[in-house]
């Protein structure tokens, strides 16, 4: 069985939050910085909150065990909440 690999995300105020690399990496900005410099130093995220960061997470976890809805383009209206359920 494969290792879990585990990598801190530091928010602005400070809070540091281990998260499974495969988990953090839907993330596109944790992924490229993960690409870069690994795992071994905590990822510094200085323009999140740690509440942010925690519904970040969830929606992350979320998309790492359900494949995201292909979101219609062009889109149909100015309104997120018209594009996506």
């Not at 149909?76 to 996506?84: D, F, H, I």
């Amino acid at each position: 069985m494969a290792e879990r690999v585990i990598v801190k995300l530091t928010t602005m105020d400070g809070e540091t939050v281990e998260v499974e690399k495969d988990i953090a990496c839907k993330s596109i900005l944790v992924k490229g910085i993960v690409d870069d410099s690994g795992t071994d130093d905590d990822i510094p995220l200085h323009s999140v909150k740690k509440a942010i960061l925690d519904k970040i997470i969830e929606y992350c976890t979320y998309i790492h065990a359900h494949t995201p809805p292909e979101i219609e383009k062009p889109l149909r209206s100015n309104e997120l909440s018209g594009v996506v359920s």
